[in-house]
């Protein structure tokens, strides 16, 4: 039998057993670092990366601004995101992003960070903890996932237990809190503490040989100590950059685009950027009611902040290895409601990759004058997973272990093929 009869066979077999048929030569990436850029409440896709010529007032449904060209034929932007939109041959809007989340924010934002729907018995990984456990870190003493944003079991490990954990800032340039001495610690008293801590640790692991929490929590802290001691830490002195950089960055949240672009330099494999801790503004992308008014502030910060970092990983040579990626946990209708805000949308919605390796400089999927039907090429959340760790370098079927039982990295995510060269 010759490779193609047994692959076709395989395949048929495959589908008669109920069988998951993942694409197991799917093209692989080369990404070393992904930068995942999280809009917190659900950005408009009509607002923003996927902007039609209909108008709309708050009250007659479409889009709220004017649209522009972009560097990628046929495809608009809001008038917004000018700097994006010159730069736009170097993302890729995935325009058919869908699911079947609507009312519930957690489980959106469950759903856009691990991939999977919620399960009453197993606690799945995020992203950042599946590609932090898959690639492993890249630098001795630097941690593979950094969170600049509030701790939460979404972000977290899952069943992959601390070793594929975050650690976590909420104060772009003090840095981890959990990592920073109190005041008037000296090295001396720190070592001291250090070693009578050390005696209890190896008390309990040894108490509890066959406990593999306790192993993990363990190593966990041990490495904390060490990116405490080392050169990690001085990633957060963003002080230390050319002012006129810092400046092209724009307000807090490029100052944290800044940080993970230092972060990625120093060899950190996945950092997630929240983009608005607190929802200063009152509402973040949730933009029901008056928050519409004003959501032209956040995309235009959003339009420094990331043009900032496409340019600035450019300079540096860090583009082409480190994967960008803007999500968020669903989309807006092209309807306003009582308010002249938008309620939620699941069923068509945009997220952007940019860099990575990818073939940049085209979008995937397209849909309707108001951006709510899928027209071609819909590209599911397990899709979207898929293509993301294929460009990292890993098969959306390796498996991942939940005790003895295996768990496919994808939710039986297909990568989108046409963005690997």
């Not at 975050?166 to 109190?182: I, M, N």
């Not at 996945?270 to 509402?283: I, R, S």
Request: proline share 6%; aromatic share 8%; hydrophobic share 40%.
């Amino acid at each position: 039998m010759d490779r193609r009869s047994f692959i076709a066979k395989s395949t048929l077999a495959t589908a008669a057993l109920g069988l998951p048929a993942f694409a197991e030569a799917s093209p692989l990436g080369k990404a070393e670092h992904c930068i995942s850029i999280w809009l917190g409440g659900g950005m408009s896709q009509l607002d923003t990366f996927d902007a039609k010529p209909t108008r709309g007032d708050g009250k007659k449904p479409g889009c709220y601004y004017d649209i522009i060209e972009t560097a990628i034929p046929g495809v608009t932007f809001c008038e917004h995101l000018p700097r994006l939109a010159k730069l736009a041959g170097r993302l890729v809007p995935v325009r058919s992003v869908n699911h079947t989340v609507i009312d519930e924010h957690a489980a959106a934002v469950n759903r856009m960070h691990t991939g999977r729907p919620v399960s009453g018995s197993v606690t799945y990984p995020s992203l950042g903890s599946i590609i932090s456990h898959c690639r492993g870190p890249v630098a001795e003493g630097v941690p593979p996932y950094v969170l600049i944003g509030y701790p939460s079991a979404t972000r977290g490990p899952g069943f992959l237990g601390p070793k594929a954990g975050y650690v976590y800032l909420t104060d772009t340039e003090s840095g981890p809190a959990g990592l920073t001495r109190a005041a008037g610690i000296t090295d001396e008293r720190q070592a001291r503490r250090e070693a009578l801590l050390g005696e209890l640790r190896a008390d309990f692991v040894k108490a509890n040989p066959d406990n593999k929490l306790v192993r993990d929590y363990d190593d966990a802290l041990g490495e904390g100590f060490k990116l405490q001691r080392g050169d990690f830490m001085k990633a957060f002195d963003l002080k230390g950059e050319p002012g006129a950089l810092r400046s092209d960055y724009g307000d807090e949240f490029g100052q944290r685009c800044l940080l993970a672009r230092r972060l990625v330099q120093r060899g950190v494999r996945f950092v997630e950027v929240g983009f608005n801790l607190n929802f200063v503004n009152g509402a973040g992308w949730d933009t029901h009611n008056g928050a519409q008014v004003e959501q032209h502030g956040l995309i235009q910060r959003l339009d420094q902040g990331v043009a900032a970092l496409i340019a600035d990983l450019e300079k540096e040579r860090l583009l082409e290895k480190t994967l960008i990626l803007i999500s968020t946990e669903f989309g807006r209708p092209a309807a306003f409601d009582g308010g002249g805000g938008r309620g939620h949308y699941g069923k068509a919605f945009t997220c952007v990759m940019a860099g990575g390796g990818l073939r940049t400089g085209q979008a995937v999927g397209t849909t309707d004058a108001l951006a709510q039907k899928i027209e071609a090429e819909p590209c599911s959340v397990p899709d979207l997973f898929a293509t993301v760790v294929a460009a990292m370098g890993i098969k959306p079927s390796k498996n991942m272990m939940d005790g003895e039982r295996p768990v496919p990295v994808t939710d039986k995510g297909v990568a989108v093929g046409k963005l690997f060269v």
